[in-house]
């Protein structure tokens, strides 16, 4: 399952070339124009690093990072055309990792992305999830019910990290095949439901995790 990068960026050629870069590195991309977007993309999706410009329609970026930064760790590269040293330290008081001026090369700021990343992969802890007897240790990949281990495709344990990384959130089907196949995937939408039939079988009785939202998808429950 490739890393999901948010690009929150108002000037649309921008962000598209920044786009272009990322997706030739496979990476996954979420694009937002403003800061309340941006908020809103996040708290959907599981996204992996924010690349972020300070000036935006509706909610600044040093608000977008403030409230990023109340609920998540994830890296973030502040983006703007400002080059002062005192826009600089509010963007590493208010919890941003990286600070880029434009104009910049896309080349460089890619390559920033990368280091931050393998800088978070390497620097986790091993992280088991409970969730009503259902363990995800996400550094073996072991996938167990009461204890006992369960086996798992490759792709029905992304599906289930998936799931797990948005849990209460309704996720439609064009959604989960975007983020667990990827934009690039031309395959047909029942894809989706033959692979979250077939992850129920082996979860059990805690299949009722994996809740139908008629009419839109599917969303990550825990009763307890």
């Known amino acids: 399952m490739s890393e999901s990068i948010l690009i929150v960026e108002d000037e649309d050629r921008m962000r598209e070339l920044i786009k272009a870069y ?6 996954n991309v979420l694009e937002a124009a403003d800061g309340r977007m941006a908020l809103d993309i996040f708290n959907k999706n599981a996204v992996s690093l924010v690349i ?3 000036m935006l329609p509706l909610l600044d970026g040093w608000s977008v990072c403030t409230h990023i930064r109340e609920k998540s760790e994830v890296p973030i590269i502040m983006l703007t055309a400002k080059s002062e040293e005192d826009d ?3 963007g590493y008081e208010l919890g941003a990792d990286d600070y880029i001026t434009k104009p910049f090369s896309p080349k460089i700021l890619t390559a920033k992305v990368k280091v931050l990343l393998k800088r978070i992969q390497a620097n986790e802890k091993p992280k088991i999830q409970d969730f009503d007897g259902l363990k995800i240790d996400t550094l073996s990949h072991e996938v167990t019910i009461e204890g006992k281990e369960i086996y798992l495709s490759p792709k029905e344990y992304d599906l289930l990290i998936y799931f797990s990384r948005n849990k209460g959130i309704t ?5 989960i095949l975007d983020n667990v196949w990827g934009d690039d995937y031309y395959g047909d939408l029942r894809t ?8 129920r079988e082996k979860l059990q009785d805690k299949a009722y995790l994996i ?12 009763k307890k």
């Open 22 to 27: 990322l997706v030739r590195e496979n990476y």
């Open 52 to 54: 972020l410009d300070i």
């Open 88 to 90: 600089k330290l509010l």
């Open 171 to 175: 996720l439609t089907r064009d959604k």
């Open 192 to 199: 989706v439901d033959t692979h979250v039939k077939r992850l």
């Open 211 to 222: 809740a139908t939202v008629r009419g839109c998808g599917y969303k990550f429950e825990v």
